[in-house]
């Protein structure tokens, strides 16, 4: 009998139980991987202050690079740069970073199982590969799996491979966009240090195989030593984080960035905030309590999502042509005003900025005015 069990040992579920067991109560997170951190599926772009907010302080073997710069390549080739230092953005090796929230909870007092999956709810409990389990609350964190089988539309596939290459540059992430090639979506590239990094594509509808194998050919040479694929959700979070004594949190309740797909921060806090709720919730064994999670979860990133939901939709409906107009007309002033900005973890208005101002705006304006106007008026 555990007061809470916990589907899902990665970041989200691991912060969740870290949180429940630091309260005092009782908590098994299941994983269904033989290890904490793997297959690990992520970029590991992360800003510094996410990780403070999250209780992590890299370790050495965690933290692998800082970023000082992204390139954003329009269609046509045309680049802009924006300097990221006051940003503190770092590259991350996700699979040591779970297992860093893997210890904090363990030391907090939580239960770890691996090679373990939750198969499905029963009464009073959970049943796992292993047999029945009993608990009060049943969190399930076990991550985009969760929303393939409810809701295909908001989900793309990615094709991420770790590669070797003298074109991969130390602190520099690279994001080119064509909607051709890369339709609503774009490909990256993330160096974890000089000559080695990750190298993403994603798109509605791509062969995302066909498409990597081009944009690699396209840089030069590289050898590839991984090769990851993973859908990821960009339509926000779910409309019900609570139901009856289940508790969903992280990217199985779509709770990644809408526009990049990140998801380090928000489903983490998602963890933290859930695992505060629950604890409230046994403590005074009132379960509207759980409710808490969802108010302070919307509080903090509601109004932020929406506003990059709509502005990955507004992306979706631009053609090559009108994204190389944008890019355009991007001026050097605009480059070093979002330079200037902080705000990594919450980027619209960095985004509004490239859309909506200056030269560009009288171009979106005639394309897409009342979208735009409605991101604009979201602002206030
Ligand atoms: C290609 C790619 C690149 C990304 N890059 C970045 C990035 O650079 N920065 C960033 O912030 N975010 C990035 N993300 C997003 C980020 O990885 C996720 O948002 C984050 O991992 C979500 O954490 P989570 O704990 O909610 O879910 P997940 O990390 O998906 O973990 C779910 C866990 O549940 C387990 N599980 C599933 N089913 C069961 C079951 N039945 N029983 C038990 N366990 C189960 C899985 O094995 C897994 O360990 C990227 C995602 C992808 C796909």
Not at 198 to 226: A, H, P, Q
Not at 242 to 267: L, R, W, Y
Not at 278 to 284: G, V
Request: aromatic share 8%; glycine share 10%.
């Amino acid at each position: 009998m555990y007061d809470v069990v916990v589907a899902g040992g990665s970041i989200s579920g691991l912060l969740a139980a870290r949180e429940i067991a630091k309260n005092g109560y009782s908590v098994l997170v299941l994983e269904e991987g033989f290890e904490v951190g793997s297959p690990e599926h992520c970029g590991g772009l992360v800003s510094k202050n996410a990780l403070k907010e999250l209780g992590i302080e890299p370790s050495q073997k965690t933290f692998d690079s800082e970023i000082e710069r992204a390139k954003i390549f329009s269609p046509g080739g045309k680049e802009i740069t924006i300097n990221s230092e006051k940003q503190k953005i770092i590259v991350i090796n996700r699979r040591e970073l779970d297992k860093q929230a893997a210890r904090q909870a363990r030391d907090n007092g939580a239960e770890i199982s691996v090679k373990t999956s939750f198969q499905e709810k029963i009464k009073n409990g959970v049943k796992t590969s292993n047999g029945n389990l009993e608990c009060k609350f049943f969190v399930d964190c076990r991550g985009v799996s969760r929303l393939v089988n409810k809701d295909r539309n908001g989900i793309l596939l990615t094709a991420q491979y770790e590669v070797y290459a003298d074109w991969i540059k130390k602190g520099q992430v690279e994001v080119y966009f064509d909607q051709e090639k890369y339709p609503e979506f774009f490909a990256w590239i993330i160096p974890s240090g000089e000559g080695v990094g990750k190298i993403g594509v994603s798109g509605k509808g791509i062969n995302t195989i066909t498409k990597m194998d081009e944009f690699l050919k396209s840089k030069g040479d590289f050898s590839t030593i991984r090769k990851i694929f993973a859908p990821i959700w960009i339509k926000g979070p779910i409309k019900n984080f609570v139901e009856n004594n289940t508790i969903i949190v992280g990217d199985a309740a779509g709770q990644a960035k809408p526009t990049t797909a990140g998801g380090i921060f928000s489903c983490g806090m998602a963890g933290v905030m859930a695992g505060n709720a629950i604890s409230e919730a046994l403590e005074k064994n009132d379960s509207s309590l759980l409710m808490n999670y969802e108010k302070r979860w919307k509080e903090k990133f509601g109004k932020e999502f929406e506003k990059q939901n709509l502005a990955r939709k507004i992306l979706a409906r631009l053609d090559n042509d009108t994204v190389n107009k944008l890019f355009n007309s991007i001026t050097p002033e605009i480059e070093e005003d979002i330079s200037n900005k902080e705000d990594f973890d919450f980027h619209t208005s960095s985004i509004l900025r490239l859309l909506g101002m200056k030269g560009s705006f009288n171009t979106m304006q005639a394309l897409i005015g009342g979208e735009i106007k409605r991101l604009v008026q979201s602002k206030a």
